[in-house]
């Protein structure tokens, strides 16, 4: 059975950093695409970044330029880092991986940015 299991999620001045880790088991984790998505209060889940099992970046824009979404293929974990944090990228941030037509979601870790 496919898990995924978020960490690194907090509280953060505007201007800080944070990174968060999405640890997976169950699947064959190198050749899936891994993302974050994340959800503010009254919003729609919405696309952060993407990465496929090759390599291929994607970035919301909003984040372009601050936030790096990288893979460990031999720790079977997804990273994000978010740098330059606006009160804006206030949201429940999950991981998400898609294999074929298999779509797996983590739980959710808060990331809160204060000003």
């Known amino acids: 059975q496919v898990q995924l299991v978020e960490s690194g999620g907090g509280l953060v001045q505007a201007g800080g950093s944070l990174r968060l880790s999405c640890a997976v088991s169950?699947?064959?984790?190198?050749?899936?695409?891994m993302a974050w998505y994340r959800q503010a209060p009254g919003k729609q889940r919405a696309l952060v970044a993407q990465?496929?099992?090759?390599?291929?970046?994607n970035y919301a824009d909003s984040v372009k330029g601050r936030f790096t979404i990288s893979r460990d293929n031999a720790k079977n974990t997804v990273y994000l880092q978010m740098n330059s944090l606006k009160v804006e990228d206030t949201a429940v941030y999950y991981c998400y991986q898609r294999a074929g037509l298999q779509v797996y979601w983590g739980r959710g870790t808060q990331v809160t940015v204060s000003s």
């Open positions: 990465i496929t099992g090759g390599g291929t970046i």
């Open positions: 169950g699947s064959m984790f190198s050749t899936v695409t």
